[in-house]
T-cell receptor, first 113, second 114 residues
């Protein structure tokens, strides 16, 4: 069974600081996604990582994928208050011809001014 | 507006009742996915349809069912509702059954069972 774990679950950080959110998954997968969710809102797609060593950056967020370690990271550089949200990783896997997409537990980020 | 439309936005109903949640995918998308988000269970995959056919099933209860119609909109039917079914139900869509670009999520339906 595919399991996806994120850590930390909660993260409170000061503006201007750097931090990394980790996403571990239990079986092989060919793609990994990062999403952002604001409280009471829908999920917004941030990154799609399709291969080992993939790195993508958008503003203060950078995501990377190591398929051999079954690990993805979301690095936050010089955090600002607007980044406060819950971040989810999701892993996709094909099983018996069907395609399953499992979300991690989420990391609730609070950036303090 | 993401292009994925879910109705209603809020629903309050009593235990034992039946409700139908509706989702219209983004224009051109053939796949529809349903997710349940609750505080204790996180984001749980329920079911996926692709071009009218069921493609994948997740942790969907037998009391729940879904379908995708020829116009590609989808409905999630929840019956014999229990208090624990209270959650945010999201619909997402993608152009294929393997999305290279992630899914586009709707704004969700908040279901409260009293």
């Amino acid at each position: 069974e595919l399991k996806v774990e994120q850590n930390p679950l909660f993260l409170s950080m000061q503006e201007g600081k750097n931090y990394t959110i980790y996403c571990n998954y239990s079986t092989t997968s060919d793609r990994l996604y990062w999403y952002r969710q604001d409280p009471g809102k829908s999920l917004e797609s941030l990154f799609v990582l399709l291969s080992n060593g993939a790195v993508k950056q958008e503003g203060r967020l950078m995501a990377s994928l190591d398929t051999k370690a079954r690990l993805s990271t979301l690095h936050i550089t010089a955090a600002v208050h607007d980044l406060s949200a819950t971040y989810f990783c999701a892993v996709a896997r094909t099983t018996s011809g069907t395609y399953k997409y499992i979300f991690g537990t989420g990391t609730r980020l609070k950036v303090l001014a | 507006d993401s292009g994925v439309t879910q109705t209603p936005k809020h629903l309050i109903t009593a235990t034992g009742q039946r409700v139908t949640l509706r989702c219209s995918p983004r224009s051109g998308d053939l796949s529809v996915y349903w997710y349940q988000q609750s505080l204790d269970q996180g984001l749980q995959f329920l079911i996926q349809y692709y071009n009218g056919e069921e493609r994948a099933k997740g942790n969907i209860l037998e009391r729940f069912s879904a379908q995708q119609f020829p116009d590609l909109h989808s409905e999630l039917n929840l019956s014999s509702l229990e208090l624990g079914d209270s959650a945010l139900y999201f619909c997402a869509s993608s152009s294929s059954d393997r999305s290279d670009y992630g899914y586009t999520f709707g704004s969700g339906t908040r279901l409260t069972v009293v």
